[in-house]
């Protein structure tokens, strides 16, 4: 059997048992050794725990729990409800500002958390319900906590960058730095978008009315004063704190990533213990518990993923397919699109650490020949990874808004969220053609690579 | 098991907020006290690998651990059964794999008296026993999950 | 025919050009494949690809892996006599180095490797230096409060006990580190030093051009489980071209001494040279700690430490 048959072969086992509902981590392993027993010497058996060991037993992908606790931590407790209601109250006045502030409430939360999911339903439990209060149609208002929340693996920290990191081996800490400006663009695209949109159903709403239909919730008027203005200031001070105390202890030369995540989530305990008084253990058991939960079904793909990409490389599957790909002499930008496809597709079925762990052997190789720096990449696939965040038919972060708004069609939400995954093309295409707005930042703050 | 579970949850939110507490140590020691740390990377990845290990039982008790469920809309409800029994089934017998591979790496390690080959250079034995145990539990709970699908008892009654 | 896998952590390029410790995997691979008119061929896995660096020793012992090119003293949990391969001051020049193969130390190494599983196919060693962010690092008083990473426990061990402040990070790290400060030092081999690209964060290099406290034993090893299935013929075979190979392994290493020195001036930095003061100082740091620690660890560690003293 030539290598690409093999590899053809156990594109499809794999393909087969993932489908059959097995959980991924265990689907990995099981293929893996399948293959282990059929087509490699015995004594490979023999090392798949070290193996699997060796891999989990890194410092760099053990601060994932720890970034997943920080997020947690503020995401289940009334810190996020604060930071939307702060930021809405001083940006109501501005068209469209509530959909605004969920964005930039999405992207501050994004800043502390690891992962899209867990952005997603912080901000998305108080701004969904807000949002409609306030006459937003239900899938406009789903669209923007969904993509919004999918800001979480681009923005610093990233549970999906760390693995990248990792793959790629590129310095996490310039990784982080390159996903701010990326960030950013998202950002203003969405909040732009939101304006544009919610002045058309303002529009709509005005039009019926006037038409003697029903007074919609656009039209009523909110009115907070200036000391409700200052007084919600103090509540995203701890927010800030964070934030800026972390950038500097990883930046300012004082601490590793690692360091860094432990830092974050002992601040971020510290700070529900001071301002929220959550500090017993019966309060802080939900927080510990689920953060434990999601990282311990991470880590456990992550490790099983190994075995299965020893197994690809071993079976010479991963190289030929990699060779494979180099031999089309596709030229520069086919490549690229023809990967970022390929991820998209990937996106349809599987959680965005997944894709990197099983993807990065075969693609990095190309792409590195091709002349791509890797950071930069890092970033576009970051991005693209975000759109299989949202779309169907596995989007986790639709999951996540049918929980909080299980009354929202999913239709609705799936329209709702289609503009914003236009807006992330736009966003790949912008990145393709000025590469420094993701490189700039890292370029200019650890000096050119 | 559900008691067993319970209690190492609770370790490893102890052991979770403990990393923190080294992590951060290390940073300050380095810098207020001129003191550098070389245990901390260490003892963190011991820690977590005990977090991760311990916890995956409990994880799968609630059906935690993620995977494609596209198929089960589409699927009759007797196929679904069958489909999901061998799930279970296959899943149990590569645990148990691991899990038997997990005691034989333990026991090298603890024989040889291996460390890791750092400078703080702890023996090798405390995270493989972890991890060892930890498949065990997970092994045992995916099997009392296939035998309550095999006798058609709600789950969490095994 | 027997395909024999080659698994190392180095980056991947071609039998001409890139990192030298790939070319003489490739230059192995090629040679052996001519020899034996095609009965044995070999694939190259570079870059950790096949397997995380610290897991091949042991793959090779079980026989899960044929053969691989990786820095001895990294097995120094599972086998602590390898922590010998990098042992601070006890190799200061390349002429001592390539003396241990036949000299007992060498031949002792080899026993306890071979009862362990492992077969010593070609005796690779390296030079190392110490890049800076500050002043160059000479003498031990040099180093007094720096932040440095010395890579290795017994490194670790003889620059603590010179006032150092040692850290420990992965080396993807390392950059990345040196560029914020988190880090001071760096000391590791001349290849790794331009590899890291460390001189675009670094102000001062000392090379190993004039000798060094940092010489270490990174050999092409092989499987014992499969080596010994192999008729003698072959046996034989792979054992003359790994001598062979010591030779571009020595003139590579010398080059990449002299390569570092001139990157890192070409940025500027201040590039110096050991002395043989300084280098005695270090050694006698070494002696009461990094040695001292390492014979205490068995009979048989103290024996191998007493043999490759004869060699100073
Ligand atoms: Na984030
Ligand atoms: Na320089």
């Known amino acids: 059997m030539s290598d690409l048959t ?70 289940k407790s009334p810190a996020g409800k604060d930071l939307y209601s702060a930021i809405h109250t001083w940006m109501h006045k501005v068209p469209g500002g509530l959909g605004i502030a969920n964005v930039f409430a999405c992207a501050l939360f994004a800043a502390m958390a690891g992962s899209s999911p867990a952005t997603c339903s912080a901000i998305g439990s108080a701004g969904i319900p807000e949002m409609r209060k306030r006459g937003y149609s239900p899938g406009f208002a789903a669209g923007i906590i969904a993509a919004g929340g999918t800001l979480g693996i681009l923005l610093p920290p990233s549970i999906t960058m760390i693995l990248y990191a990792v793959a790629a081996e590129q310095s996490l800490g310039r990784l982080f730095l390159a996903g701010i400006g990326p960030g950013v663009l998202l950002v203003v695209l969405f909040a732009g978008y939101a304006v544009y949109r919610a002045r058309k159903e303002y529009r709509m709403a005005l039009d019926i009315y006037q038409k003697g239909g029903e007074k919609s919730a656009y039209l009523e008027d909110e009115h907070f004063t200036l000391s409700e203005k200052v007084e919600m200031l103090p509540r995203v001070l701890p927010f800030i704190i964070l934030l800026i105390g972390v950038m500097v202890a990883l930046y300012g030369g004082f601490a590793t990533p690692s360091e860094t995540a432990g830092l974050g989530a002992l601040l971020a305990l510290a700070l529900l213990a001071v301002i929220y008084g959550v500090w017993k253990p019966k309060d802080l058991s939900p927080i510990l518990g689920s953060s434990i939960k999601e990282s311990t079904m991470l880590l456990l793909i992550i490790g099983m993923s190994l075995l299965y990409s020893y197994v690809m490389s071993y079976l010479h599957i991963s190289q030929s397919a990699a060779a494979w790909v180099v031999g089309l002499h596709l030229s520069k930008w086919v490549l690229l699109a023809v990967i970022l496809l390929m991820v998209i597709v990937f996106g349809f079925f599987l959680p965005p650490v997944s894709i990197i762990l099983m993807t990065a052997p075969i693609i990095l190789p190309p792409l590195r020949e091709a002349g791509f720096d890797l950071i930069w990449f890092g970033i576009v696939m970051t991005v693209v990874m975000e759109m299989g ?40 295409l912008l990145l393709c053609v000025f590469p420094s707005i993701a490189t700039g930042l890292p370029d200019m703050i650890m000096g050119a690579k | 098991m559900d008691k067993l579970n319970r209690f190492l949850m609770m370790l490893s939110m102890v052991a979770l907020v403990l990393t923190s507490l080294v992590l951060t140590y290390s940073v300050v020691s380095r810098y207020f006290f001129h003191a550098p740390t070389d245990w901390q990377d260490e003892a963190s990845v011991f820690m977590l690998v005990g977090v991760t290990f311990f916890c995956t039982a409990y994880v799968q008790y609630h059906r935690g651990h993620i995977g494609i469920e596209a198929l089960a809309g589409l699927l009759p409800r007797r196929v679904n059964a069958v489909r999901l029994f061998f799930v279970d089934l296959v899943s149990m017998l590569f645990c148990a794999f691991f899990t038997w591979k997990s005691w034989l790496l333990f026991h090298e390690a603890w024989v040889d008296g291996q460390t890791t080959s750092s400078t703080f250079a702890p023996p090798l034995w405390i995270p493989y026993s972890m991890m060892a145990a930890g498949m065990t539990l997970l092994t045992l709970q995916i099997l009392l999950q296939t035998l309550a699908r095999l006798t058609n008892k709600p789950e969490h009654a095994a | 025919q027997t395909a024999l896998k080659i698994s190392h952590q180095f980056p991947g390029g071609t039998l001409t050009e890139g990192d030298f410790r790939d070319r003489l995997t490739r230059m192995f691979a090629a040679e052996v494949e001519k020899r034996s008119k095609g009965a044995l061929k070999f694939s190259i896995y570079p870059g950790s690809s096949l397997m995380k660096t610290n897991a091949q020793f042991s793959a090779m012992r079980k026989g899960a892996l044929d053969l691989s090119l990786v820095p001895l003293s990294y097995a120094g949990g599972e086998v602590p006599e390898v922590n010998i391969g990098l042992m601070p001051g006890l190799v200061t020049s390349y002429d001592q180095a390539y003396g241990w193969k036949n000299a007992e130390v060498g031949k002792e190494l080899a026993r306890i490797l071979y009862d362990k599983g492992i077969v010593m196919l070609s005796w690779i060693w390296q030079g190392g230096g110490m890049a800076s962010r500050g002043k160059p690092v000479v003498d031990p008083d040099d180093a007094k409060g720096m932040k440095i990473r010395g890579g290795s426990r017994e490194m670790d061990l003889m620059l603590k006990a010179a006032g150092a402040a040692v850290v420990t990070l992965p080396s993807n790290e390392i950059y990345a580190a040196m560029q914020t400060g988190a880090m001071e030092a760096a000391l590791t081999s001349s290849t790794s030093l331009i590899s890291f690209r460390l001189e675009e964060v670094s102000k001062a290099l000392t090379t190993a051009r004039a000798g060094s406290y940092w010489f270490m034993l990174e050999p092409l090893m092989m499987s014992r489980s499969v080596f010994d299935r192999l008729p003698k013929d072959q046996q034989q075979l792979l054992l003359t071209v790994g001598a062979e190979l010591e030779a571009f392994a020595l003139k590579s290493s010398k080059e990449d001494d002299q390569q570092v020195a001139n990157v890192y001036q070409k940025t500027g930095s201040k590039v110096v040279d050991m002395n043989p003061a300084a280098l005695k100082k270090w050694q006698d740091i070494a002696k009461t700690t990094a040695w001292k620690d390492y014979s205490e660890k068995s009979p048989s560690c103290a024996n191998l430490l007493k043999l490759a003293e004869k060699t100073l």
Do not use: C, R
């Open chain 1, 389 to 428: 965040l949202i779309h169907p038919p596995v989007g986790l972060n639709i999951f996540v808004i049918k929980n909080i708004a299980p009354d929202i069609p999913l239709k609705d939400v799936i329209w709702g969220v289609f503009p914003f995954l236009l807006l992330m093309v736009v966003a790949v």
């Open chain 1, 6 to 75: 093999l590899g053809a072969l156990y594109g499809a086992v794999t393909l087969v048992v993932m489908f059959s509902g097995m959980p991924i981590a265990f689907a990995l392993g099981v293929v893996a050794t399948g293959f282990m027993y059929f087509f490699m010497p015995a004594s490979s058996l023999d090392t798949i725990t070290q193996n699997v060991y060796e891999e989990m037993a890194s410092i760099t992908l053990l601060s994932i729990p720890l970034f997943i606790l920080k997020g947690a931590a503020i995401g």
